[in-house]
């Protein structure tokens, strides 16, 4: 048999370069490619069962771990619906004011409380300050009553007049009117006393029994949810609006270097349009539709479940844009700290 070089020599003499070239693509007398024979089969070693026992432990114990970890991250960002309990959160249940607290955060002015502006709201848009008001007025206009009925009084019972006629000279039915009104005189002042004292019992009595009423019909407690929802609007406007906000907290850092800080411009009247406002009004709303959810009443209620949807995630919104325009400043702290905001109600994705 001759052998493959003498061949290949003789055909590359003949041909040239181009018999180079089909030449290698000749393949040899093996069975297998040259680069594949020359390769040797590593065969993995076998694990022991305590390898593999070690290795299922191992992965087990990551896995746990792994839970552990998102439990502690998803307690320190919070619930995305309810938020860290405090006291102005739970107020929203009766709409009463929580007990008064001196605050002491670090951004709050130096000497300004939180409660200087207090006002306890009643039900159908009623303070309890102006019922107060309206309540100390309404004596004297009793007194007023009093006075004017004792004149009207005195006046039907200063007795009767005689007859003009029947005397010859206007002497005399002078001197007869002064005489019955000398004798009467004595016998007015008696009812007139007696009178008055009865009158003021009488309406003493009942403008008791009617401020008794007012205080009972005006109470939260003896109110209906929409009632205790529109008190909550307007103590969220007192206490995160812009025209109470601005007397308590400190200016943001970018203003402290100046000399003088900006007179802040009139307003109209209460802020009710700000940011913080609408998410504190937002929070009161999401806290009742959560507590119905919480206590089974949503189970088949598709709209209600939906409408709380929206109002997270149109919390989430608002939310990340105070964050933006404050940069943590003491608005933003403020509203966190006293609503109880976590990072899970605006970073990232909510799903409920």
């Known amino acids: 048999m ?46 022991s069962y305590r390898d593999l026992y070690a290795a299922d432990y ?21 619930d995305p619906v309810k938020g860290r309990p405090t006291p102005f959160l739970e107020s929203l249940d009766t709409g009463k004011e929580p007990e ?20 306890v709201y009643l039900s159908s848009y009623v303070r309890e300050d102006e019922l107060e008001e309206v309540l100390n007025k309404s004596p004297e206009k009793s007194h007023m009553l009093i006075r004017k009925l004792n004149e009207a ?38 009812h007139d006393e007696e009178a008055r004292t009865l009158v003021k019992k009488r309406i003493t009595k009942d403008h008791d029994t009617a401020k008794e009423s007012l205080r009972r019909i005006l109470q939260l407690e003896n109110a209906s949810h929409k009632d205790i929802f529109h008190s909550n609007v307007l103590r969220c406007i007192d206490k995160f609006g812009r025209h109470h906000t601005d007397k308590i907290l400190k200016p ?27 998410i504190a009004i937002l929070t009161a ?7 119905i959810d919480q206590e089974g009443q949503l189970r ?17 919104k608002l939310m990340k844009y105070l964050y933006r325009k404050e940069k943590g400043g003491p608005r933003w702290q403020h509203l966190v700290d006293t609503l109880g905001l976590g990072d899970a109600m605006w970073k990232g994705e909510i799903s409920l």
Do not use: M
């Open 252 to 278: 943001p850092p970018n203003l402290k270097d100046q000399k003088a800080e900006p007179r802040p411009y009139a307003r109209g009247g209460p802020d009710t349009g700000s940011s913080e406002v609408q």
């Open 285 to 291: 709303k999401i806290q009742r539709l959560s507590r």
């Open 58 to 78: 191992r992965k087990k114990a990551n896995i746990a771990r792994q839970e552990v970890l998102k439990k502690e991250r998803s307690e320190l960002a919070g």
């Open 2 to 47: 001759l052998s493959r070089i003498p061949i290949l020599n003789c055909l590359r003499a003949q041909v040239g370069g181009q018999a180079s070239q089909n030449v290698a693509l000749l393949r040899s007398f093996s069975s297998s490619p040259s680069v594949q024979a020359s390769r040797k089969q590593k065969h993995k070693p076998r694990r």
């Open 100 to 119: 008064v607290e001196v605050q002491d955060a670090p951004y709050f002015r130096q000497g300004a409380r939180g409660d200087w502006q207090k006002k």
């Open 300 to 316: 088949k209620d598709k709209a209600n479940k939906r409408n709380l949807t929206l109002l997270v995630h149109r919390r989430q």
């Open 153 to 190: 009084w005195q006046d039907d019972n200063a007795g009767v007049k005689p007859v003009r006629g029947s005397f010859e000279t206007d002497e005399a039915y002078e001197a007869e009117v002064r005489r019955r009104q000398e004798l009467r005189a004595p016998l007015n002042r008696i």
